[in-house]
């Protein structure tokens, strides 16, 4: 062999470090040393020719020593960036999507959130954060896929067996290639070599579907993104919190109990927890329930307050409930010609209610007034189109407490409800129709044997028909007091509207009564949607009854006229005043209600039956609709330090963020896996080498079709092969040199 020749097999065998010369080739040497190849040239290159031949396709004895490829040699130093970069990136930025979806932090509205995740969110850069965390992830993987075909692909062209006319794709994907799917396609084409049960293919296929899933990505998450309240810093601002010394607001020029509330806004409360539950002896007490009532005239800021931290007006009130000791007569009135109702007329033993109901001895007089045993109210009687209501309710003012505005405060948060500086109220239910009081007309009732039953006393006016009184002691504060509100974990929305249809009987007050916390099992401040009063600071110079000599500071005067239309001017300013809280009633009570507040009465008694829960509901939304009456008019400002939300998109959902991390992760550990399986199994790889690529495309096997047509297609090839497409793959020859091989060749 001369010296072309053996340069020639060198450069296409590189890998060959140590050639022992063939024994055969040994011959031919020893014949020209002897001198017996004179004249016989032609002959010997051919005999050397066919030796050679020989060497290539049938000797045993060729020895072939590999040479030894290191990762950065069989991946390439791009290719090793390109799968670590990327798996990093991805991994950095799945984990800042997760820290978006869930940086909010254990309270709602991100108040306990990391001051980056709030100002991503307050700067209303979630949306593009987004899309832009979806293109690294997409461009990321789509690299590492494209790396991964080209693995994959060196993978079956060495361990497995391909039909000969597809060996070049094959060959060239492991250099360039544009995703999995074309390898995918072309492996899917030779069902009958069962590439899809082996694990490199399903690792492709697998990282295939996670690749496409990713370039959705940016719409999955989109997808879990909705609009929510986002907590912003605490700011100092000034409010409106009191009328000036020129402004005189009349309460007693409108008639609030009649009209309708529009909203019911969240409140302060403290303490938590629901109080009403009778004792043994039927007494019921709420216990002193302070609420504070938000100064925001607008129901958007009430809503978007998440904390508050200065002066504000406290209502606070206290219901205690017992079965009263009463004596006296039931009697029927005349409501129109052909419908009655009934009034009940007597005196209060306030003693022996006492005493039954374990009150120790209290006072009955102050030095304004003393408790009136005497009492004529009114009994609201069902009317007779009804057929779904069995009762009738109202509650009445045996004596009101003559208190005006400007006037000190009667009742001290220390005082007890009962006594002279409460308002006494009898609570009534009545199963009487009209024409059962028709009978009472000319002949009263006198006053049947009754029975207690929790703070209730019950009379059996006719056989099967019960009416129920409770006598109630209700003690009203009105304060400006210095509060810090914090908003409660579950909170989302503090504004409750209900609308109400033409049918009072349909008017639903559920959601008012959540507010409330109307229901012992409802008293969670996050679900009810109101704030917790961390802390409370009353005026120590609030002035009350017992020193009224000290004259009233002007937050006083401001308080003195909401409290003075909670505790005698929505009474009607007399004793013996009846309030008529029932739908579809008939009677002539002193003061009639709006349906909305009937149906709230009314509906707290039929499901709790606790009359104490049931008063202070209805005067804390009276109170409310009165405030916000007078707060759109007050001028003295106070500062006042507000922490606000603000809606933004926000993460909602999760099932999104889960998606997308399943398919990363899919991804990555495909990627991985397939990486392995090449530095395990691939032993003539160049991952991306060109050059490499095509040299060991070059063989025998394959030499018919390199030496075609220079213009030759693969359908060509594909029909050419069409009868006779033997299998192959990229093994060491038996010459040691890499290339395509026929399988059935294979030592």
Not at 355 to 361: F, L, Q
Not at 471 to 496: H, W, Y
Not at 500 to 519: F, P
Request: aromatic share 8%.
């Amino acid at each position: 062999m001369d010296t072309r020749e053996e340069q020639f097999i060198e450069d296409r065998n590189p890998d060959i470090l140590h050639k022992p010369p063939h024994p055969n080739e040994t011959n031919i040497a020893s014949l020209k040393s002897a001198g017996l190849d004179n004249g016989l040239p032609g002959r010997l290159s051919e005999v050397r020719v066919d030796i050679l031949e020989t060497t290539t396709t049938v000797s045993e004895d060729f020895q072939f020593v590999p040479r030894k490829k290191s990762i950065r040699m069989s991946i390439g130093f791009i290719a090793c960036l390109t799968l670590l970069g990327s798996t990093i990136v991805t991994l950095l930025v799945l984990g800042f999507l997760i820290f978006l979806w869930f940086g909010e932090g254990p309270v709602t509205g991100g108040e306990q959130a990391s001051h980056v995740w709030r100002n991503i969110m307050l700067g209303e850069w979630l949306p593009q954060f987004t899309t832009l965390s979806s293109l690294v992830i997409r461009l990321a993987i789509g690299a590492q896929a494209s790396l991964c075909t080209s693995m994959c692909a060196a993978l079956i062209l060495e361990r497995r067996k391909v039909l000969k006319s597809q060996a070049a794709q094959y060959s060239i994907i492991r250099a360039l290639n544009d995703g999995p799917f074309s390898l995918i396609k072309l492996s899917l084409l030779q069902i009958h070599n069962n590439f899809s049960l082996h694990l490199e293919f399903v690792l492709l296929v697998c990282l295939f579907l996670a690749a496409l899933g990713t370039q959705f990505s940016s719409t999955i998450l989109l997808s879990d993104l909705d609009t929510a309240s986002v907590v912003q810093s605490p700011s100092t601002t000034s409010l409106n919190l009191y009328a000036g010394p020129n402004l005189n607001f009349d309460t007693s020029a409108t008639d609030y109990w009649s009209g309708r509330p529009s909203s019911f806004p969240s409140f302060g409360e403290t303490p938590a927890g629901y109080f009403a539950q009778p004792n043994q002896r039927g007494l019921s007490d709420t216990g002193v329930k302070r609420r504070a009532l938000l100064p925001f005239h607008e129901s958007r800021d009430r809503a978007a307050l998440r904390g508050y931290d200065g002066s504000a007006t406290v209502l606070s009130s206290r219901v205690a409930c017992m079965p009263p000791t009463i004596s006296g007569e039931f009697i029927g009135a005349r409501y129109s010609d052909s419908l009655y109702y009934g009034t009940m007329a007597g005196q209060i033993s306030y003693e022996e209610t006492f005493a039954k109901a374990g009150i120790p001895s209290t006072r009955l007089c102050n030095s304004e007034r003393c408790l009136s045993p005497y009492f004529n109210c009114t009994i609201m009687s069902i009317s007779p189109d009804t057929t779904h209501i069995s009762t009738s309710y109202s509650f009445c003012f045996p004596q009101v407490i003559r208190e005006k505005q400007y006037d000190p405060s009667a009742w001290k948060l220390d005082d007890d409800p009962w006594g002279p500086e409460s308002s006494p109220i009898l609570v009534m239910s009545s199963e009487l129709y009209p024409a059962d009081w028709e009978e009472a007309l000319e002949k009263p009732i006198a006053t049947p044997n009754s029975t207690a039953e929790d703070e209730w006393i019950s009379f059996e006016l006719l056989p099967g028909k019960f009416m129920k009184v409770s006598l109630c002691f209700m003690g009203l504060n009105v304060m400006f007091s210095g509060v810090r509100l914090q908003s409660a974990e579950k909170r989302s929305i503090i504004t409750t509207e209900v609308t109400a249809n033409k049918s009072a009987e349909s008017i639903n007050t559920a959601d008012v009564q959540i507010l409330l916390g109307t229901s012992q099992a409802t008293q969670d401040f996050g679900e009810r949607g109101v704030f917790n009063i961390e802390k409370i600071v009353d005026d120590p110079n609030h002035v009350f009854f017992s020193d009224k000599n000290r004259s009233l500071s002007p937050t006083q005067n401001t308080t003195s006229v909401l409290e003075t239309y909670l505790v005698y001017t929505a009474q009607q300013m007399t004793g013996n005043t009846s309030i008529a809280v029932c739908i579809r009633c008939t009677g002539y009570p002193s003061q009639a209600t709006n349906p909305l507040y009937a149906n709230l009465f009314s509906s707290i008694l039929r499901s709790s039956n606790r009359a104490a829960v049931a008063l202070q509901s209805v005067y804390t939304v009276l109170g409310q609709v009165v405030y916000y009456d007078m707060l759109e008019i007050w001028d003295e400002p106070r500062e006042v330090v507000v922490t606000q939300s603000r809606p933004v998109q926000v993460a909602r959902r999760s099932r999104g963020i889960i998606v997308v991390t399943a398919l990363v992760l899919v991804s990555l550990l495909s990627v991985w896996a397939i990486t392995g399986l090449f530095l395990k199994y691939s032993r003539h790889t160049l991952l991306g080498e060109t050059w490499n690529t095509v040299s060991q495309l070059v063989s025998q096997e394959t030499e018919d079709i390199l030496n075609g047509s220079g213009t030759v297609r693969d359908k060509d090839v594909r029909m050419s092969l069409k009868n006779n497409d033997p299998h192959v793959r990229l093994e060491e020859s038996r010459t040691g040199r890499v290339e395509i091989v026929r399988c059935n060749k294979l030592k």
